[in-house]
């Protein structure tokens, strides 16, 4: 018989960080009148409470974007810890998560309740 992982409402948005555009860090001149600019950098961090069922061995994050709901798996190891950084979302864009917890043999809890972040345009 199979045990079930319970992960109800676990996943909760807790920021979305975002840096001015034409912000740059990091050794480097300017000469000449030249400019210096880089590509703004955004993020989106989720954090949430872990869950208490025995034999959680971490976490699988989701992201979505769009109506459809088509969530793809972000990391490739499980994450262990009761946070996660998306850093590949976009200014101006939307983006849907959900995240399952993980057992023995890499049995998958249902989906967590849906957190949503809209990233700012810079």
């Known amino acids: ?4 992982l319970i992960l109800a409402g676990m996943l909760g948005l807790a920021a979305i960080c975002s840096y001015p555009q034409n912000s740059a860090s990091g050794p480097g001149s300017i ?3 030249g400019s210096l600019s880089s590509r703004p950098t955004h993020s989106v961090t989720l954090t949430w409470t872990a869950s208490t069922s025995n034999g959680v061995s971490g976490y699988n994050i989701y992201r979505s974007e769009g109506k459809q709901r088509r969530y793809t798996k972000l990391n490739t190891a499980v994450v262990s810890g009761a946070s996660y950084v998306d850093r590949d979302v ?8 959900v995240a399952t917890a993980v057992g023995r043999r890499n049995v998958e809890s249902g989906p967590s309740k849906e957190a949503s972040a809209r990233v700012p345009t810079p």
């Open 1 to 4: 018989m199979k045990k079930a």
């Open 90 to 97: 976009l200014a101006g864009h939307t983006y849907h998560y």
């Open 31 to 33: 000469s000449r009148g």
